[in-house]
């Protein structure tokens, strides 16, 4: 069992990320994002999957890890290695308090609760928030680097990670960082579509 962190560069400031399959990682994670009073209750929420037969494409994937950030930090956790499913992260979820936003997230919860156990309440679908707040419905069909750049002028690069497998324990720096840019761009439009504005640094 372990923990790793990275600390990856957005516009210029460090955010940190934890790769873990710990659950008391996961429990300082999340006592994190409560106390954190900028993050406007809102979370950003994404998953990667991985093939459970690698060598038949056919196969079916599930979801290898569970990406949360709170435009602060980011905890990216490897469902399959859990040493114990944290109950922290399982009320956190279910809390009525916080709201969790990220693209195909209606997707990503149903298989949460299929393959783990982890219901999620409270849910914003980007796609669906940025085309209602813009009135635009072409932003449904969008991608995040094309809805970034349409909602926040935000140029959205990611490190390609096609050939890597998600199903790994020891996951690249390159994946950690496609994970975190991933939840953090969500966090981002949604604080912008919500609310407005993003005027805050990263710490």
């Not at 926040?152 to 890597?164: I, M, Y």
């Not at 939840?183 to 990263?202: A, D, H, P, Q």
């Amino acid at each position: 069992m372990s923990t790793r962190k990275q600390v990856i560069i957005v516009d210029d400031d460090p955010m940190k990320a934890y790769v873990t399959n710990q659950a008391a990682t996961v429990d300082h994670c999340i006592r994190t994002f409560l106390s954190n009073v900028y993050n406007k209750n809102l979370i950003g929420l994404d998953t990667e999957r991985s093939m459970i037969d690698p060598n038949d494409p056919r196969k079916r994937t599930r979801i290898a890890i569970l990406q949360l950030h709170d435009g602060d930090d980011c905890v990216i956790i490897q469902l399959p290695y859990l040493d114990s499913m944290p109950i922290s992260l399982l009320n956190f979820l279910r809390s009525a308090d916080y709201t969790f936003i990220g693209l195909g997230i209606k997707e990503n919860v149903t298989r949460l609760e299929k393959e783990y156990g982890l219901v999620c309440k409270n849910v914003i679908e980007l796609g669906e928030l940025a085309a209602t707040v813009k009135r635009d419905k072409t932003l449904l069909a969008c991608g995040l680097a094309e809805l970034a750049k349409k909602v926040d002028k935000l140029r959205f690069f990611k490190p390609s990670t096609v050939f890597e497998d998600w199903g790994e324990q020891n996951l690249s720096d390159r994946q950690v960082k496609h994970a975190t840019l991933n939840v953090y761009t969500y966090f981002r439009l949604g604080i912008k579509l919500l609310c407005g504005e993003y005027n805050w640094g990263i710490k």
